[in-house]
């Protein structure tokens, strides 16, 4: 067979498992995850999958990558529609979208924080980089915030008002300490705060 032929045969599996996969976690869970249930839906052997994707583990991060692409997606037009308005209204409507992102899409969210590697496993750079990704838009509006500070300050601030936000919509989730009726109150408290806070320091 053309290597060609090999290849577009390769890249349609590689396809048919990925979305196999992705409406398989959301469907249930990460950990309900069987490679014998994405063979049979793609119709393959159970072998083949490891000529696609090195271990079920790889293929579970390319999921964990569309998710976080189409969370860089929602934050983006987030940013967009809001592009006008002062910087904290910026903020807080980024993290309703993110609220709204993870209440349309629930296990495959938390798929990115309940599918647990192999201590020995090494994370892949493309899915640091889908990480990574997610900070931008939260530091260009505090970037104005944060005017005249360093950079890596600004990137290591967004961060823990990612971590704060990501940390109340978990909470509330779980059904633990947050009530679900109190999380964007909640959100918007703490940004309004942590501004006024900033504020009042310079």
């Not at 990925?18 to 869970?29: K, N, V």
């Not at 709204?100 to 629930?106: A, L, S």
């Not at 109340?168 to 918007?188: F, G, H, K, Y």
């Amino acid at each position: 067979m053309p290597v060609s032929k090999v290849l577009e045969r390769k890249a349609k599996l590689h396809t048919a498992l990925l979305d196999s996969a992705e409406r398989r976690i959301a469907e249930s869970t990460v950990g309900q995850l069987r490679a014998r249930d994405l063979a049979a839906d793609a119709g393959c052997s159970l072998g083949a999958i490891y000529n696609v994707f090195e271990d079920l583990d790889a293929l579970i991060l390319h999921v964990s990558l569309r998710t976080l692409q189409r969370i860089d997606l929602t934050m983006a037009q987030a940013g967009r529609a809001y592009a006008d308005e002062d910087p904290i209204e910026r903020m807080i409507k980024l993290a309703n979208a993110y609220l709204e992102f993870v209440d349309g899409n629930h296990n495959l969210w938390r798929a990115l924080f309940d599918h647990t590697l192999p201590e020995d496993y090494e994370l892949p750079q493309w899915i640091i980089d889908g990480q990574l990704e997610l900070f931008r838009h939260i530091e260009e509006p505090l970037s104005l915030v944060m005017a005249g500070q360093e950079p890596k300050l600004i990137s290591q601030t967004a961060r823990s008002l990612f971590a704060a936000m990501h940390g109340i919509i978990t909470l509330s989730v779980e059904r633990r300490v947050v009530a679900p009726d109190a999380v964007e109150p909640q959100m918007e408290f703490i940004l309004r705060n942590f501004v006024k806070g900033l504020s009042a320091s310079t």
